[in-house]
């Protein structure tokens, strides 16, 4: 039992540490969309600072066509953070799921591994007084 109960723990180990790695994976996905938000807004800022100073672009529609590329490029952005933030949820789940099961599979061998150093001891004990009654002697 000790042994179906070990590989059970294995294998739900297994599948806690697969859940944590595509929490990670989309974490980082996550993490590399905000950092290209970030980035598009300091390229904006910048943007808008250079069309302040020359009349060019303005005259030009340059800075009609910045903006919309700017606003297009953050709708994109905003879409694709918006989907990893939905699977983000899912991988959530999933590792508060298979992190349950497997804190429950170590509690479990921990009461099993406990079980049965309980019953060596109590059949030690039983052992040494059964070698103390049938020599005659007291065992304390």
């Keep these: ?3 179906d109960l070990k590989d059970l723990q ?6 806690y540490q697969k859940a944590q790695t595509s929490m990670q994976a989309v974490q980082k ?18 943007g808008r600072n250079a ?16 903006s919309r590329w700017v ?5 994109i952005i905003n879409m694709q953070l918006a989907n ?15 992190f349950g099961k497997a804190d ?12 049965c150093r309980m019953e060596r001891q109590a059949s030690l004990i039983n ?4 070698l103390g009654l049938s020599t005659g002697r007291n065992p304390r």
């Design 84 to 98: 990893v933030l939905v699977r983000k949820e899912r991988a959530f789940r999933d590792l508060q799921a298979h």
């Design 51 to 66: 069309m302040a100073q020359d009349n060019t672009l303005q005259r030009t529609g340059g800075d009609v066509n910045w």
């Design 1 to 3: 039992m000790n042994s």
């Design 10 to 15: 294995t294998i739900t180990q297994a599948k």
């Design 127 to 130: 052992s040494i007084l059964e």
């Design 104 to 115: 429950v599979m170590d509690r479990l061998v921990e009461e099993q591994t406990q079980a």
């Design 29 to 46: 996905e996550e993490d590399r969309l905000r950092r290209l938000l970030a980035e598009l807004s300091e390229k904006e800022q910048s």
């Design 71 to 75: 606003a297009h490029s953050r709708r």
